[in-house]
């Protein structure tokens, strides 16, 4: 009896090296898969837990740097993290949008929150809030719009 392979024949993407699925999208389940390794397949498919963290390091460093122009400061920084979210969101082939909205607002709130560090020991928890949301909207707007153009330049008329 012959054997049969599978193979996989897909270009190289960014997506494929940010997923955290290990590849068996379209393999069978086996009842000798347990409950926990199929639920975490799932879980792997709705957030990725190694693309966030590109991401939030991405973003942040996008925000620090973005935000060393003297006049514009802090709009300066999340105007990059808007531009650099938008390439994320461009260069990936699956919609990242919530992952990229959620390591928006951990960059943006630490980051705000570290260079605003004297308002902080002042008012506290909003200063980290102010960051948090305004990171959480530059972001997700970012990778929306950068998914809508790949899908615009892709798909057929």
């Given at each position: 009896m012959t054997q049969r392979t599978r193979t996989r024949e897909t270009d190289t993407d960014v997506s494929?090296?940010?997923?955290?699925?290990?590849?068996?999208?379209?393999?069978?389940?086996t009842s000798s898969e347990s409950y926990t390794s199929r639920a975490k397949k799932r879980a792997g498919?709705?957030?990725?837990?190694?693309?966030?963290?590109?991401?939030?390091?991405?973003?942040?460093v996008a925000m620090f740097f973005g935000g060393v122009i003297p006049i514009l400061g802090s709009v300066a920084g999340l105007v990059a993290m808007f531009a650099v979210s938008f390439v994320l969101g461009a260069v990936t082939s699956d919609s990242k949008i919530a992952e990229t909205a959620v390591a928006g607002g951990v960059a943006g709130g630490v980051v705000f929150a570290l260079k605003n560090i004297v308002a902080l020991s002042?008012?506290?928890?909003?200063?980290?809030?102010?960051?948090?949301v305004a990171g959480?909207?530059?972001?997700?707007?970012?990778?929306?719009?950068?998914g809508d153009l790949r899908d615009g330049l892709t798909k057929d008329l």
């Open positions: 494929d090296l940010l997923n955290d699925i290990d590849g068996r999208e379209g393999a069978e389940e498919n709705l957030f990725s837990v190694r693309y966030f963290g590109v991401a939030t390091l991405l973003l942040g002042v008012a506290g928890f909003p200063i980290f809030a102010i960051g948090l959480l909207v530059a972001g997700g707007l970012g990778a929306y719009f950068g």
